[in-house]
């Protein structure tokens, strides 16, 4: 006996999803490394970084703070079940560097703003696990 699919479409259905599904994982996966590794620079005390705090005036601790959540947004990225809650979690954070950028460092935001934007494309991808998530979160 042979297993014949119930529609022909099925077949076909099933590259777009995969072709989306592995451009969104390449995106967490770039997302990841450059938030985390900002993180990391961060929290290594990298003279740049230091600096730059020294001229939000805000504190070293608050780069600690930020460089902290970089690595765990980044880690976070990586697993399934919280890659959704991580890029929303970077996209407050990368608002708030954007925000920084322009009107405290007075220096160009595009960089932070084109991150927020991929945080942004990786939450609505991940928007029903989000819910899910976040749904099994609230029963306990």
Do not use: C
Not at 32 to 38: E, F, T, V, Y
Not at 53 to 72: C, K, N, P, T, W
Not at 95 to 110: K, R
């Amino acid at each position: 006996m042979s297993t014949i699919p119930k529609k022909n479409s099925e077949t076909v259905a099933h590259t777009p999803g995969r072709a989306s599904s592995i451009g969104v994982w390449i995106l967490h996966v770039v997302l990841a490394a450059i938030i985390a590794g900002g993180g990391i620079s961060k929290l290594a005390g990298d003279p740049v970084m230091v600096d730059m705090f020294a001229d939000i005036g805000a504190g070293q601790s608050l780069r600690y703070l930020v460089g902290a959540l970089e690595v765990a947004g980044g880690v976070g990225l990586l697993i399934p079940a919280l890659a959704g809650l991580a890029s929303l979690g970077l996209a407050a954070l990368l608002t708030g560097a954007v925000i920084t950028d322009q009107f405290v460092l007075e220096q160009s935001p595009w960089l932070p703003l084109a991150l927020l934007m991929v945080a942004a494309v990786i939450a609505r991808t991940r928007w029903s696990r989000t819910e899910a998530v976040v749904g099994t979160l609230l029963r306990r």
